[in-house]
């Protein structure tokens, strides 16, 4: 049988903790076998390496291994992702397709995020794991396969079906075999490990001399929750290293990166089905944003319009302009412009500081954008076109920088 430290080395995993190596260890002895397996832990700690170990040690690893996650699939469209659908079932169904329960017949599936499986869907689902029959949707002929599946959460699966939101019954059925990946903070004797690592994988990629860390700012490394798990390790060494110029990390310096430091590192429940309390990454940080901003301004056009229908003696061409402004903004073009996303933060803010007046909000915002424009204009000016000095004038990232040029013309 192939050896703990082997398969560490194949799929780069890092670390000795025993809990880790017994979740290795269970994969390994239960991946030659058809069953089921389970793979729980919170968000970060390392989970999608294990159906790929499975995968790999199994009969079926010439077969084929897809991994879907159903998190990212809409309701509507999940059923026929995973089982296909016969022409016409659907509007939009043009062709019949193939779901993969049949593409991946004698390989495996890895369904990661399990627990945001539609009711619906968990009931086909545990359907084709009990008799390895399913139907494509709009059909009625049942189909075999043979599949084996191994499934991922981060969310507490128990507290899930007490509230209706996961089927008690496939949860056994999947749970078959449990592997529990252990949160980062009750494996600390790794947590150097891994920053050494990535700190050199870092080093390497930005071509930069590799991190130090004094002895304190080490035990602080140590010492904090890692809520975010080795994600949120892997972040926060790659911004350290971007930023930093002194390479010997201390304490004060670390500060800056790990937020609420100073938090006393109480235990934490283990509750993943909401993030909060969780280091968000920088995408699903941005996505929340954008959803407040859009929730916000929607309200924004709402209280103007109301300004306007409620304001007695409006000038015509004031007037004229407030309409054309509330029809003009479309926050779904928010979504499909991400450049447009730091300058209508700006903007947001103040219109939160303003008392609501619509000619005043409109005026401020589009002098904002302007005024942006001629600081980095003026920041250029100043540092003879090195992008470097004028980020860091601006007080923004290089990148961003190189971004606003692009979008400004400049
Ligand atoms: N033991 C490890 N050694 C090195 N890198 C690791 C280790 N565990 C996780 N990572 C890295 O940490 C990041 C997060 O891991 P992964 O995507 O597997 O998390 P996850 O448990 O699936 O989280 P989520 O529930 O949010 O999907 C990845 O970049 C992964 O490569
Ligand atoms: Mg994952």
Redesign the pocket.
Known sequence: MVDIQSIKQKF????NDEM?NRAIDTARQVAPTDLTVLIS?????????FPQIIHSLSARKHGSYIAVNCGAIPEGTIDSELFGHEKGSFTGAHEARKGYFEVANNGTIFL??VAELPVSTQVRLLRVLESGEFMRVGSSKVIKTDVRVVA???VDIPEAIKKGKFRQDLFYRLNTVPII?PPLRERKE?IYM?FR?FSSDFAAKYHMPILQLDQEARRMLEDFRWDG???QL?NITEQISIIEKDRMITPDTLRRYLPRAGAPNLPVLYS?DEKSGIEFTERELLYKVLFEMRRDISELKRILSEVIDENQHPSENLQKSQKKFLSDFDEDQLFEADHTFEISTNRHKKAEQEDYEGAEILEESLSLTKREEDLIRKALEKHHGKRKAAAEELGISERTLYRKIKEYNI
């Open positions: 780069g995993i890092i670390g880790l832990g919170e968000s970060g700690v390392g989970k999608e390496a990661d995020e991922a959460t981060n990946i790794d891994l690592k798990n080795i994600r892997k993943g």
